[in-house]
Every structure is written in C-alpha cells, then in structure tokens.
C-alpha cells in the first residue's frame, strides 16, 4: 500500500496530457479544497489534480490566479450567441432557463446543437405552451390572450400535454411564471404541478404579484401535495424589503423536509417587459412609482406619460424596487444560490459573476470567495443532479469530473456592464475552459469553439 501511494504521483507526472494548468490556487466547493494545484485535463475531462508539476501539450502558468468549477446560471433568458460569449466572459461554462423555460423543446434544444460555446439548456415552459395553445402573440412573455383571459377547460388540457411533452423529451423540470400568466387559475397551476410530481422534476416558478407571502404560501402548498420540488426564483426581487420574511419561510419548510430551493442576483433594479402583466393596472399608480423605472434606449426616468406611451410600445424596462441591504442579505444567505436572471438589455446579463467576486466578496466582504464559487457553480449542480446525470460532473474540480472551469484573478475581477452599456464584458477572467476546451484565452474569447453540450434530463 504504502509503494502504490508513493508511486501515484510519479505515475501522474510521466504522462502528457492534453492541457495542464499550473500552480492555480484551486477551489473546489465540494471537498473544500483551496490551495495551490496542478490540474491536468485530458478529453474532455479533468485527469488530475496534484501537487506535483505535470507536463501537458498546452502548459498555462495560473499562478496568482483561481481556479474554480465553472459557473452554473439557473436563469438565463437570452440564449443566443451573442449573450452566451459574455456568459463565458463573465465565468459561465452552463446557462440555462429554466424560469420562462422554452417549447417545444426538441426543437429548442436542436436549434443549438453544436453551435454553442457554453453549456445549455430548458425547462418545459408554462408560459411558451400557454401562448402557443392560446394564441398569444407576445414574444418572450405574453401581451394578450394568455395573460387577459382565463384557458378553458380544454384549452388547460392541451397546455398540460403539451408541457407534458416538453418534459417527455428531456425539459429541465418546468418554467412557470404565474405572475406573466395571472388569469391561470390556483387550480391550473396545481394541477401542472401534480404533474412535475410525477417526472419527479422541480417547478422554476416566478411567484403571482401582490402579497408575497400569499403567494409563496400558493406555491410552497403546491409543492408538498403534490411531491414536486420547488425552486423559486430571485428571491430578491420578487420579495424586496421582505426577503427576510420569505428566507424565514424557505428556511422553515426545507427544515421540514420539502425541497424547495431559491437564489438571487447582485443588482438593485430588476428588469421585464413593460407590455406583460406584471405592470397591470401601473398608470393608476402615484408618480413616484414612475421614476424609479429606467428606459434603457434612452437611460430617462419614467414618467406617467412615458410610462403609458412605452407601455403601448412594448420593450424591456428596468424597475429600482431593492436596496443593497436586502441584495447582500440574499446572496449572503447559506441556501440561496446565485443566478443572473439574465437579459442582454439588463447588465446581469454579462456582469452578475464578477460582480459577486469583485464588489460582495472582495470590496464588501458579504460572503467568502468559497462560499460565492459554491453558490455559483456546485449548489446549482447539485439542484439538477437527480434528474440529469450530466451534472453530476459538474460544479467540482477533481478528476473525473467535466473540464468546465473558470479561471479568474482574484485581485482585479469586477463587472464592467451598465445599464446604459449593459454588454460591457466581465473583467478578470483569463481562462474559461467548457469540456476541456478554451472558449476565453488570455482574457479573451476563442474564434470559432463551439463545445457547449445540451443539458437534459434522463
């Protein structure tokens, strides 16, 4: 035993692998690992992890530098090319959404199929199926049928079948977000989640509007008839000055053994499209209500009047509804995990994980740099792993595991985007590798790597 234990290291450092990366101060959520490493990748996956030197075909020097499992966004709404280069800029290897969620998903998933540079993926959505069986003519929320009028019975049938299918041929659970659709009655949305109970698949749900705890009572009661995990997203905005109420509530039912899961993302405005029903009935509201809301083309503060004639318009608007007390609460919190909600016209989009490292760990200190890999990268993983063996793999540095890591300085890693260049790429992260190959070198992104895979479940 002792001859085999001194033999592994030298058997490690007589092998060439595909690319080694040197001396990096390696953080793995799941063992607890944080010191200095070597890491080794070959095919794909990672091959080693050691404290000898290893000799690879491609050798970078990652001294002073972090290497964390690559970052897992839960909510990703902009699931093009252009977002998914700066989800690699700003350290994401998995971007998937899972709240709106996509239908029909066979052809969502092979519409991406090798020309993707991160890693991807869809829950079976409410709200697409509902605008599809109801004629909605709204894009990626609805504007009309689906949210001013109730589904008939039958029309309830089909919108179940065909979420049905979605999760049939691979879904990530299903995307719900009761306050886009507020016709769909407490009886529609329990009956879709009898349905997750029985894939055994988790519910991403944006909560009704209105009284938060109510609605979080609506959804959590939901949850445990019907056997389906729960996962309630950005918790932070949805509850406000409340999120400690609403963290006191989650904390409460998980003691009690349901599964029900939250996160959150860094910034105080949230943003949505001012044409949904989210903003029912806002022209009757006082103007205060108005000025807290940003036009991003034009970066004015809303007006009754402006408010009404974008309104009509259509278009994405920012809302500045939280403070920073309740934002650090939230990611600070053991169980919540970090997620971008991200839209190309909101900075979240390309900012949210340097934002994390930068601002909340190294400037403020609200949390560990552990504690912000961990939330990013293994606790997100470890909310799919049951239905998606693929991300098993995933959200660890050790071998064996998938090649998606994010390697970033420490020192300097911030977020560059605003809301009036809200595409600004991440500062700070040299090398993002997505199944063993760089999609960001130097800093940069890599011309032509496509390696992202689809995530399903199985």
């Known amino acids: 035993m002792r001859l085999l234990m001194w033999l592994a290291p030298s058997l490690l450092a007589a092998q060439t692998y595909d690319i080694v990366l040197a001396h990096g101060r390696v953080m793995d959520p799941e063992s607890g690992l944080d010191s200095v490493r070597n890491v080794a990748i070959n095919g794909g996956k990672i091959a080693a992890v050691s404290r000898e030197p290893l000799r690879g075909k491609v050798e970078i020097d990652a001294s002073a530098l972090v290497i964390a499992p690559g970052f897992i966004d839960l909510h990703q709404h902009s699931q093009t090319p252009e977002a998914y ?205 108005f000025a807290r809301m940003l036009w991003p083309p034009t970066g004015e503060r809303l007006t009754r009047e402006s408010f009404e004639r974008y309104h009509r318009q259509g278009g994405f608007v920012a809302q500045f509804n939280n403070t920073e007390e309740m934002v650090r609460r939230a990611i600070s919190d053991p169980m919540v995990m970090i997620a971008s909600d991200g839209i190309l016209e909101h900075p979240r989009c390309s900012g949210t994980y340097a934002r994390i490292l930068g601002k909340y760990v190294r400037e403020e200190k609200a949390l560990t740099l552990m504690d912000a890999i961990r939330k990013s990268s293994l606790m997100p993983a470890q909310r799919l792993e049951a239905m998606s063996p693929q991300m098993r793999q995933k959200g660890r540095v050790k071998p064996g595991a998938d090649a998606d890591l994010a390697v970033f300085d420490p020192a300097i890693v911030l977020d560059a985007s605003t809301f009036e260049k809200p595409k600004q790429p991440s500062i700070g992260f040299k090398y993002v590798l997505v199944n063993g190959t760089f999609v960001v070198r130097d800093g940069k992104l890599e011309a032509g790597a496509r390696p992202g895979q689809g995530i399903q479940a199985r």
């Open 85 to 289: 280069a700066l989800k690699a800029m700003d350290g994401v290897t998995t971007a998937l959404e899972l709240e709106v969620g996509a239908w029909p998903i066979s052809e969502w998933y092979a519409s991406r199929a090798g020309k993707s540079i991160i890693n991807f993926g869809a829950s079976s959505g409410h709200i697409a199926a509902r605008m599809a069986i109801m004629h909605d003519s709204g894009g990626l929320l609805p504007r009309d049928a689906a949210m001013n009028r109730p589904a008939t019975p039958e029309e309830q049938q089909k919108i179940a079948a065909a979420v049905e299918r979605g999760l049939d041929e691979g879904g990530l659970g299903m995307g719900m977000g009761i306050v886009y659709t507020p016709t769909a009655s407490p009886e529609e949305i329990l009956n879709l989640f009898y349905l997750a109970g029985k894939f055994k698949r988790p519910v991403f749900v944006h909560m009704r509007s209105g009284n938060v705890i109510s609605s979080m009572q609506e959804v959590i009661t939901d949850a445990a008839a019907s056997g389906a995990p729960l996962h309630i997203v950005h918790i932070n905005s949805s509850s406000n000055v409340r999120t400690p109420e609403t963290l006191r509530l989650i904390e409460g039912v998980r003691a009690r053994g349901l599964d029900v899961t939250t996160e959150a993302y860094p910034y105080i405005a949230g943003m949505t499209e001012i044409a949904s029903a989210n903003y029912n009935g806002w022209e009757n509201r006082p103007p205060e209500f």
